[in-house]
């Protein structure tokens, strides 16, 4: 095993600790020796303590005596064949390990990778990230040990949990930024569509889960016939022609019409399309996603065809919410006297 120290130089910063005051240990997974070693060097200027894991076969031959704090696995897809079966075998059985063990799983894959790696990974509520830069990886493991520290405090209720999501998105803007300044070489993430963000909650706040003031839907409200959905969906995009897309992005939203849209045409949505229908990059939609799913507004629904796979739907509650969303819209407007 290798160890990876922070150069001395004016911009290595002090040892990072995983906020209980303890030193920071990351465990790096890839194939690639090259990226071990620049993952590792980009970690310890950061102050974390890495250990060199090893290739992705590490994963599989023998027990994995030694994980770490966070756990770095690097898993793309190259070809069309998809992730081996063995290696996908490997990231399951990492998966219930770190799940048991406490510590932090972050995987990296890219698009061609992202459902296989998505339906593996269901135990230890991993970060995924897709076709990272350098910084993005910094951020992740920064991110995760921030999180790790704020659960050995105190349970992290949802407003914590969208809090944190809604900083860690702000410091990614940042990191995109540098990136595109310092002409950071080709294999960040990828743009799916334009890129749109905002990071300032509507007015009345984020809503995590379900309103406890939303009125309930009437009796018998029923979705709109999804073509209507799909015109809602065109019309959001169209304001791309007009307005500069920074101005807009509302992931959760775009992808809570998308799935009401797809519920009503009775196809099943991966987890790749779903994130392409958010419109912001694949990494940050996978965190609204997943925040989604923990608020119980999404559901993962298992491919019975293909274990490999797995769909997301709307809980039976958010149909019921989207049902009298839609309700409400068809009422008549009451005019001030």
Not at 190 to 212: I, N, Q, S, T
Request: net charge negative; charged share 20%.
């Amino acid at each position: 095993m290798l160890t990876h120290t922070s150069p001395a130089d004016d911009f290595s910063y002090g040892c990072a600790d995983d906020g209980a005051g303890l030193p920071a240990r990351v465990a790096i997974f890839a194939e690639d020796e090259r990226l071990r070693r620049q993952i590792g060097a980009d970690l310890g200027g950061a102050g974390f303590r890495s250990i060199d894991g090893g290739n992705l076969r590490s994963l599989l031959e023998g027990p994995i005596a030694l994980l770490g704090d966070v756990v770095v696995v690097d898993c793309p897809v190259s070809g069309a064949r998809g992730i081996d079966a063995m290696i996908l075998a490997g990231l399951a059985r990492l998966d219930m390990r770190v799940a048991r063990s406490g510590a932090k799983l972050i995987v990296a894959t890219n698009l061609a990778g992202l459902d296989d790696v998505f339906a593996v990974l269901d135990q230890s509520n991993p970060q995924i990230l897709v076709s990272p830069s350098r910084a993005e990886r910094v951020i992740a493991v920064g991110r995760v040990m921030g999180e790790a520290g704020a659960a050995r405090l105190r349970e992290m209720g949802e407003e914590d949990r969208v809090a944190l999501l809604r900083l860690s998105q702000q410091v990614e803007a940042i990191a995109h930024s540098l990136d595109r300044l310092s002409h950071a070489p080709a294999g960040g993430s990828p743009v799916l569509g334009e890129f749109k963000r905002d990071y300032h909650a509507p007015e009345g706040g984020l809503v995590a889960g379900f309103g406890a003031a939303a009125p309930r839907p009437q009796e018998g409200a029923a979705l709109p016939d999804p073509q209507v959905v799909r015109q809602i969906i065109a019309n959001r995009q169209a304001r791309n022609r007009f307005f500069d897309p920074a101005l807009f992005g509302d992931p959760a939203w775009d992808m809570l019409l998308d799935l009401t849209a797809a519920h009503g045409e009775g196809v099943q949505v991966s987890v790749t399309s779903l994130c392409i229908a958010a419109g912001v990059p694949a990494t940050t939609a996978l965190r609204w996603l997943t925040q989604m799913v923990e608020s119980g507004i999404f559901v993962r629904v298992p491919d019975p065809a293909d274990r490999r796979r797995a769909f997301i739907a709307l809980s039976e509650k958010a149909l019921a919410a989207m049902s009298g969303y839609f309700a409400s819209l068809r009422q008549p407007v009451l005019q001030a006297a």
